[in-house]
């Protein structure tokens, strides 16, 4: 077996007496699409916020590329290629759809040459394969919401991932749109880039991953091809509510 791209060890997230994530480990591999399932509030946007670095974990290791990045901060790891778009997009609102994207690109790609003609020129490019070139010059307020969620995926593909983290990407679009979605992330894990989708619409994740994980209450209660985690009594269970 090659390294994992991403290793994680034991990790377990509390708040306060609260457990959220409970001793969770799995590997993802090299360009994999990893979907990520479970009903609400079972641990997987806190999960993702252990990986990315928004969150401390209470115990437990994370390394990527096999460097321990247990205790790096978010820019450092984004800078080793882990990216994650939120759930809530958060674009800055006073830019232009273009300048959003020009921070992570200075920042992060071009690693802090400003005004870069290449970043621009790149940038561009990013919102070109979205369908949003002709948006460039407005506010991320005159967006609709699909088109936030692609701004979104365009910051965080703007950083040159490896690993990219889409938490709920398809939240409260048209089946059409989901579909466009699921095309751009697909032509994105062509670029031999990893993809971890959070997802609630079974349909999507379903043809988009190779494995899936489930969580529930925190743990990690299954993994395994599509159809064998949808099969497994426990994520029934879960996804039933008894
Ligand atoms: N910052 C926080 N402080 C306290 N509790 C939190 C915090 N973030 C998440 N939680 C709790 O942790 C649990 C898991 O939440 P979350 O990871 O957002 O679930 P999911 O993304 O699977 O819906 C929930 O019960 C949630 O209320
Ligand atoms: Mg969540």
């Known amino acids: 077996m090659s390294t994992p791209l991403l290793h994680i ?19 993802i591999q090299r360009g994999e699409r990893i979907g ?21 974990p209470t115990a437990g ?12 901060p978010p820019h450092k790891r984004a800078r080793l290629g882990l990216s994650r778009t939120f759930q ?6 006073s ?3 273009l300048d959003n994207l020009m921070i992570p690109l200075e920042y992060v790609a071009h690693r802090g040459v400003f005004n870069d003609q290449h970043a621009v020129a790149e940038a561009m490019a990013l919102l070109d394969e979205m369908g949003l070139a002709d948006r460039a010059h407005e506010r991320p307020a005159t967006l609709s919401q699909v088109d936030l969620r692609k701004l979104e995926l365009a910051r965080a593909l703007a950083a040159h991932p490896k690993l990219l983290i889409c938490d709920e990407s398809m939240a409260g679009l ?3 749109e989901v579909d466009e979605m699921l095309n751009i992330l697909m032509r994105i894990n062509g670029q031999n880039i990893a993809i971890i989708m959070i997802e609630h619409i ?41």
């Not at 497994?232 to 509510?241: D, W």
């Open 61 to 72: 290791a994370i390394a990527f590329e096999s460097r321990d990045i247990t205790h790096r």
């Open 36 to 56: 990520l399932i479970g009903p609400n509030g079972s641990g997987k946007t806190t999960l993702m916020n252990c990986v990315s670095g928004t969150l401390p």
């Open 95 to 97: 830019m232009t759809v």
């Open 88 to 93: 809530i997009p958060r674009p800055f609102h």
């Open 174 to 176: 048209s089946a059409v």
């Open 202 to 242: 079974m349909q999507a994740v379903m043809q988009f991953s190779q494995r899936l994980f489930c969580l529930d209450a925190g743990e990690l209660v299954c993994e395994g091809s599509p159809q064998e985690v949808v099969a497994n009594p426990h994520v029934q269970r879960a996804y039933l509510g008894t």
């Open 9 to 27: 060890s034991e990790l377990t997230k509390r708040f306060g007496g609260y457990t959220a994530v409970s001793n969770i480990s799995l590997d």
